[in-house]
């Protein structure tokens, strides 16, 4: 049988490294995707191309301590060309859609005022939104902030207050009382 | 733990175990088999590679926390050849290759034949439209080293199953020693509903040489109807804030014949499927173009 040029590649230290790394951040990266993501579909495909650039991009991995932060940016870039409509279609495997649906399944009781946080919320522009989810659902602070947003750590100060303020008038706007969100918490 | 926090659909923690269940290994598997680090960063989606002809050599690591359990059953024997009604293997060199005789066969027929060799290998033929027979969909192993590979086709390449002669095939090579698993593509039998498939205008699937992208639903249901098939249809709405899109099945929709046309994909044997969207868009929602 034909053997493919690329098969001498698999020996390569390369491919140890990244699937090392890939199961220290394979859950990290679902979630990631999961939250943004309004479908188990959605979010399947933004796990595989995440994955995926990363293979392709295996020689300039970064050290251990930072490939989550680079492939929540990678994930970051592949999300908002999903939102520009550029859907690339991923062949998912049906495990993988099958892992995602279960974990669909799971939704979390929402409130009413949950439901008005919730509107107040999407009603942020994307960038604001990415910034206060990175700081909520990510838990980063500042410096990992600025390599996720590859900006300085000064800059990520300023857009964070911003996007508080401007999340904080929304919800004003959408009724509810702004001190019971403890938005800040780094 | 605030409001916001509790607006996450899930928490990293609540995933716990994800790394090492079978979507992440297939996908995994799915990746590694693109040749790495050659390509700018997102210029090609790792379907166009995957989709052809395979052999690859395996390497276990940490993330494949599935060891195969070697059971006394399982000692080395010198069998060079096995057969039941669905497969035949036989040590051909330095590797087995499996003939799949009947792939519609209950799968147990063909775990036994691979275990009569020693071999833990599991295989799913799955129903995939014309173009796509033939290929390994996906592949997944554990436990394996170096010189383990796995690999398959049709052979001869490029046969058409069905016709004398042609099989599709795996290769194992010889003293394999983890777990493997292959997911083959077969004809799908009618009713049954494609698992992997071709763009519907390609060569040999059932809207050969027909470009729906951006055509109106009438336009593509007439030819489709004209070529005797039946048409289902998956609506893309566009989310209300103008940034992305979703999928839905429903067919109880209304679809007029004024929508437009994005992607036709085989649906089932005889049915597309069309993409379909109520308002004209400029970029095509599903290639982005």
């Known amino acids: ?186 | 733990m605030n409001e916001l926090r509790q607006l996450a659909r899930v928490r990293d923690e609540q995933l716990a175990g994800q790394a090492s269940g079978a979507g992440a290994r297939a996908l995994l598997a799915a990746i590694v088999v693109e040749d790495p680090g050659t390509e700018d960063a997102g210029s090609r989606a790792p379907r166009s590679r995957r989709t052809r002809r395979l052999v690859v050599g395996l390497v276990a690591t940490a993330a494949l926390a599935i060891v195969a359990v070697m059971g006394p059953t399982l000692l080395e024997r010198d069998a060079t050849s096995y057969a039941n009604a669905a497969i035949d293997i036989e040590l051909r060199g330095d590797e087995y290759v499996a003939r799949i005789k009947d792939p519609f066969a209950d799968h147990a027929l063909y775990a036994e034949a691979f275990q009569a060799m020693s071999l833990d290998i599991g295989m799913e033929l799955i129903p995939a439209s014309p173009t796509q027979v033939g290929n390994i969909v996906r592949m997944g192993f554990a436990g394996t080293t170096m010189a383990d590979t796995l690999g398959g086709g049709l052979e001869p390449e490029g046969c058409t199953i069905g016709h004398e002669g042609c099989f599709l095939t795996v290769t194992v090579s010889k003293g394999f020693k983890g777990r493997g698993v292959f997911y083959l593509a077969r004809p799908a039998k009618p009713g049954e509903r494609y698992q992997a498939s071709g763009e519907a205008g390609r060569k040999g699937e059932m809207l050969e040489g027909y470009d729906a992208d951006g055509r109106t639903v009438g336009k593509v249901a007439a030819e489709a109807h004209r070529r005797g098939l039946r048409v289902v249809f998956q609506i893309i709405e566009p989310h209300p804030d103008g940034h992305g899109f979703s999928l839905s099945r429903d067919q109880s929709a209304k679809v007029g014949d004024h929508w437009y046309v994005w992607a036709a994909e085989p649906e089932q044997v005889g049915t597309v499927r069309l993409l379909v969207t109520e308002k004209h868009l400029r970029n095509n929602p599903v290639t982005g173009k």
């Not at chain 1, 680079?70 to 049906?94: E, F, K």
């Not at chain 1, 439901?115 to 522009?125: D, P, T, V």
């Open chain 1, 1 to 186: 049988m034909r053997r493919p040029p690329w098969e001498s590649l698999v020996g390569d230290d390369r491919r140890r490294r990244f699937e090392a790394m890939y199961a220290q951040t394979y859950e990290p990266i679902l979630g990631y995707a999961m939250r943004r993501c309004a479908s188990p579909e959605d979010a399947a495909d933004a796990v595989a191309e995440t994955f995926a650039i990363a293979w392709r991009r295996v020689d300039v991995l970064p050290p251990d301590a930072e490939t989550r932060l680079w492939l929540y940016g990678i994930a970051r870039n592949v999300l908002a060309n999903h939102r520009r409509g550029r859907v690339r279609r991923q062949s998912r495997s049906v495990e993988l859609d099958a892992d995602l649906a279960d974990l669909y399944a799971y939704s979390p009781e929402g409130s009413v005022e949950l439901g008005a946080i919730a509107q107040a919320f999407k009603e942020l522009h994307e960038d604001d939104r990415e910034l206060l989810s990175l700081v909520a659902w990510e838990g980063l602070d500042h410096a990992q902030l600025a390599k996720v947003l590859d900006c300085s750590r000064n800059a990520v100060r300023i857009r964070l207050h911003r996007a508080r303020k401007r999340f904080a008038k929304a919800l004003a706007r959408a009724g509810v009382s702004v001190n019971r969100v403890t938005v800040e918490s780094i």
